[in-house]
């Protein structure tokens, strides 16, 4: 099993709520590429999930953020097997401007223009309600074998306004 981080910075763009901005990434390699998601990657032996947030924020995008509030936890299975086991974060405070690494081209996206159509499968289903400032637990199914981004998404569960 891969224990794993997402971030989502977030930042206001303008005069309204409306405008509110989350940071995406398209991601240059590996599992996901070429799909948009938070910054994110596998938690390091004894790093906390906190901890791997930070780092994979700041070495994707050259982003210090802080005081991360946690989001979610979501488990995501492949043919009936726990896969990945991800905890989620939001932020409105970093440092600093993103840029672009060998892993990630970041961009500021207004949160009610996310591309759903250029993501993970289910991603539609949790992340609007953290982006809301939603707390989320959730487990997401998958068939059809390795790599998990080829797999099909077969079902899920969800549950909101977790205590982390």
Do not use: Q
């Amino acid at each position: 099993m891969i224990e794993a981080t997402l971030c989502f910075p977030l930042r206001d763009g303008g005069d309204a709520a409306a405008d509110r901005e989350v940071l995406l990434i398209e991601k240059r390699r590996g599992l996901g590429e070429g799909w948009y998601n938070g910054p994110g990657g596998k938690c390091e032996p004894g790093e906390t999930p906190r901890d791997c947030a930070i780092r994979e924020t700041e070495e994707e995008v050259g982003l210090e953020v802080s005081d991360l509030e946690k989001a979610g936890e979501l488990r995501f299975l492949l043919d009936g097997e726990v896969h990945t086991f991800c905890h989620v974060y939001r932020t409105r405070s970093f440092a600093g401007e993103p840029s672009v690494s060998e892993e990630a081209y970041p961009e500021w996206v207004p949160v009610d223009d996310v591309p759903y159509d250029r993501m993970w499968d289910d991603d539609h289903l949790w992340l609007p309600g953290v982006l809301e400032g939603k707390t989320v637990a959730g487990e997401f199914r998958f068939e059809g074998g390795e790599p998990l981004d080829e797999a099909e998404f077969v079902d899920h569960d969800l549950e909101w306004d977790v205590s982390f």
